[in-house]
């Protein structure tokens, strides 16, 4: 384990993404703020001429032009804070970025609701309108949206409110990635290694459980020692969606959630009833865990300790990249051409650094590359990240390449898609090259824990938001100890009775940063359902299917996510493929079961 992390300006240039793609220096930033802010005086002129097709056409465009340029200063200022959290000038070219984003939609608000105050005649007219053909869908949309918009005084107070509705999650981040400091905790060789995000979970793949447990201990009590505060940044989340339920006159928080992506409140609640039915086989898995581990009880601090002792897969970036590609190789060399571009071209920023931003993630602004942010180790997961959020990026990049500005993003519904589908292909890849039964074996086990992380976690943080937001929704309040006992009685439900269901994991939600995208994690789980239902139909069709699916990328947001998906050849508005994905888990149980007999 490398001990030693480096001050951001230490990392070599060959290890950092290029973000002078974007802007190539502060001054063209400033340049293009000066522009933006220039641009929302000219939208006003609008206000008032919206029953006229050729205004509406000259407003939508000038709509256009403002959101591209905004989402572009945006992604750029909190790229540059995410390098390093604690540079207090990204900071505040961050704090920049949001305030003009929210002036943005104040200054944009006023058109969906002057749309809508026409009456239903003149609507029909522009959707009809042939010079307003391009946007056709957008206004079917906004007539979708009509019982949920509000008046045009009303859209514009709540677009000033925005600055207030971002402040929990930017609140968690600080406390979360700048000021949070964990204590060293004892390394295999007995010596203080000091304990952050980016090496968690790498102690707890220690093969010493004495490891494991020390770092497990540290992480949660030192998130106790903050639990007043991160349960009044969460409690302070919910609130606001609340009030943006109420205001906009959605049932519930969750049904706001989903209408975005028209996706109905059966799609959520079929997923955590399909996965309660499947909780058997996760608990069988964790009864093998345990003969692996050969130990007497299995405590949450088991659940990445590497099973197949003697085997370690140490793999370099470069390794990593050479593994992808080759794994990649049913996609086709166009889909190989995107992504050498992508390792060759700075899309990445590879290894960890001080008060970098944790976890992974793909990003950027239309008419640029994307951008990939990692916190890269050595092993065999830090490969599926790499493989995973390029799958996002190439979906991306496809996607500008096939849309105009207004289509091209694709909702976050089917976001996990693109990713999960090359996790996969990745895994298929390693599972049909391997001899060794010890290499087999723990290649099921990371393919059994990405079931069990991806799809059996993921929705149990999905029931843990949705129990939340219905307790405070019914007017409950939720202390620090009501998050941890709804936390701690679903990991109880969820491991059973073959695990020792640790105390400590109760503080584990205010580590989630997740839970400050409200409603959102329940995509990992439908979306790598529908991914592994896409792999196995390009492994057993070939061509039809890698038509199919080059299609679903290159559809970016111009259909619904159902229809986008459905036209592919994934029903997600059935079960059908969360069985599917479960059949594949019990498989592989199965073939654990046998190589271990």
């Known amino acids: 384990m490398n001990q030693q992390v480096l001050e951001r300006k230490q990392v070599p240039a060959e290890h950092r993404w290029n973000l002078e793609d974007l802007f190539p220096n502060q001054q063209a930033w400033d340049q293009e703020y000066q522009q933006v802010k220039d641009s929302l005086g000219r939208i006003s002129a609008f206000q008032g001429k919206l029953g006229d097709p ?3 056409k000259a407003c939508f465009e000038l709509e256009d032009e403002i959101s591209l340029h905004a989402e572009r200063l945006y992604v750029y ?4 804070h995410h390098e390093d959290t604690a540079e207090s000038e990204y900071q505040a070219l961050s704090d920049k970025a949001k305030k003009i984003s929210v002036e943005v939609s104040e200054a944009l608000s006023f058109i969906s609701p002057e749309i809508l105050s026409l009456s239903e005649e003149q609507l029909h007219k522009l959707v009809n309108e042939p010079t307003l053909a391009f946007y056709k869908d957008t206004l079917e949309e906004m007539i979708r949206q009509k019982p949920h918009t509000l008046g045009k005084e009303q859209e514009a107070l709540l677009a000033q409110a925005g600055n207030m509705a971002v402040a929990p999650n930017t609140i968690y981040g600080m406390l979360n990635n700048a000021d949070l400091k964990f204590p060293n905790v004892k390394n295999e060789n007995g010596e203080d290694a000091p304990l952050t995000h980016g090496s968690y979970i790498q102690f707890l793949e220690s093969r010493n459980r004495d490891v494991r447990k020390g770092a497990f201990e540290a992480v949660y ?20 969606n609340i009030f943006y339920a109420k205001a906009r006159s959605y049932p519930s928080v969750l049904e706001m959630s989903l209408f975005g992506d028209n996706i109905n409140k059966e799609v959520y609640t079929n997923l955590i009833a399909t996965i309660h039915e499947s909780l058997p086989l996760l608990h069988r898995y964790f009864k093998l865990r345990k003969k692996l581990l050969k130990v007497d009880e299995l405590h949450m601090y088991d659940l990445f300790a590497p099973l197949v002792e003697e085997f370690k897969m140490d793999i370099t970036y470069q390794q990593a990249q050479e593994e992808i590609k080759k794994s990649l190789a049913p996609l086709g060399e166009d889909y190989l051409k995107i992504l050498q571009d992508g390792f060759d071209n700075h899309w990445i920023d590879v290894y960890e650094n001080k008060n970098k931003r944790n976890g992974a993630y793909s990003w950027g602004a ?4 994307p951008y990939v942010l990692l916190n890269h180790k050595d092993n065999l997961n830090s490969m599926f990240t790499l493989t995973h959020e390029m799958g996002h990026a190439i979906h991306s990049y496809l996607s500008d390449a096939n849309q105009q500005y207004r289509y091209a993003q694709y909702t976050i519904f089917l976001a996990e898609v693109a990713s999960t589908l090359n996790e996969a292909l990745l895994m298929d890849y390693l599972l049909k090259r391997v001899t060794d039964p010890k290499e087999k074996l723990y290649l099921l086990t990371y393919y059994a824990d990405q079931f069990r992380t991806t799809v059996f976690r993921q929705t149990m943080f999905a029931e843990f938001e949705m129990i939340t937001h219905d307790k405070a929704e019914h007017g409950e309040s939720l202390t620090p100890q009501a998050f941890s006992e709804i936390y701690y009685g679903l990991n109880k439900l969820y491991h059973g009775d073959e695990m020792v269901v640790d105390k400590d994991i109760e503080m584990e939600w205010a580590r989630i940063p997740h839970f400050y995208n409200s409603f959102y994690v329940y995509k990992y789980a439908t979306g790598f359902s529908a991914a592994t239902s896409f792999a196995k139909q390009i492994l057993d069709e070939g061509q039809p299917a890698v038509d199919r699916y080059l299609g679903f990328l290159k559809s970016g947001g111009s259909d619904y996510s159902l229809n986008i998906l459905k036209r592919a050849g994934v029903d997600m508005s059935s ?19 046998q190589l271990t007999q």
């Open 77 to 80: 200022a909190n790229m540059k």
């Open 575 to 593: 079960p059908e493929p969360i069985k599917q994905a479960m059949s594949v888990f019990g498989s592989l149980i199965e073939q654990m079961e």
């Open 221 to 240: 009590s030192t998130y106790a020692s903050q639990k007043n505060t991160i349960a009044a940044t969460l409690s302070a989340n919910i609130n606001k």
């Open 54 to 56: 050729a205004q509406v």
């Open 366 to 369: 239309y008419g640029t590359h």
